[in-house]
Every structure is written in C-alpha cells, then in structure tokens.
C-alpha cells in the first residue's frame, strides 16, 4: 500500500516562507510524476506543480517564480518550497503520487498565510 506522509505546514505572514515535503513509502520512481495540489473550502483541487521521474517541472500560473518542487530519489522525498506567501495561498496542500492507472494522495497539511 502507498503511503504518502505530508509535513511542514503551519501559519506565516504573508511575504514569509514554508517548506512542504513529502515522504514517500518505497522508491519514487515507481511514479510517473510527484506532485503538490491544494484545496481551499468549496473549491476543486487544483494543481499546484509536479515534477517527473526525469525531474521535469510544472508549475501553476499563480505560483511560478514563487514555488519550487524538488525530490530527492534517495530519500524518497518530494519538497515543495514556497516563497514570497499570499493570502490567497492559503489552502490544504495534499502530495500525489501518479501512475499510469492510478493516483494516490497524502492526508494534507495546512498552509495559512496572514496578511
């Protein structure tokens, strides 16, 4: 069974820093792609970015220049800094894991950024 555990969140003002990271249960590169979504109440999931087993990167419109996504394939970690916050980056962040046939997701962790 995957298993993926998120840390790292927490409340910032806004301008401030967090680092979100992901622990992956067995090697990574069992995926397809990692990546960090976010969910705020009565809105879809939406896409924050993702990054492939070749370490190619995406990004949301609203994060680019901001948000950076890297993995360590040796810790089997996926880490999400986030830079220059918003209020509106406020959110749920979830971790996924992508296959060809499946998707699998961490429980969340909290980002709150105060203006």
């Known amino acids: 069974q995957v298993q993926l555990v998120e840390s790292g969140g927490g409340l910032v003002q806004a301008g401030g820093s967090l680092r979100l990271s992901c622990a992956v249960s067995g090697s990574i590169f069992a995926f397809n792609s990692m990546g960090w979504y976010r969910q705020v109440p009565g809105k879809q999931r939406e896409l924050v970015a993702t990054?492939?087993?070749?370490?190619?990167?995406d990004y949301a419109d609203s994060v680019k220049g901001r948000f950076t996504i890297s993995r360590d394939n040796a810790k089997n970690t996926v880490d999400l800094q986030m830079n220059s916050l918003k209020p509106e980056d406020t959110a749920v962040y979830y971790c996924n894991a992508h296959t060809s046939l499946d998707d699998y997701w961490g429980q969340g962790t909290q980002v709150t950024v105060s203006s």
């Open positions: 990054i492939t087993v070749r370490a190619s990167t």
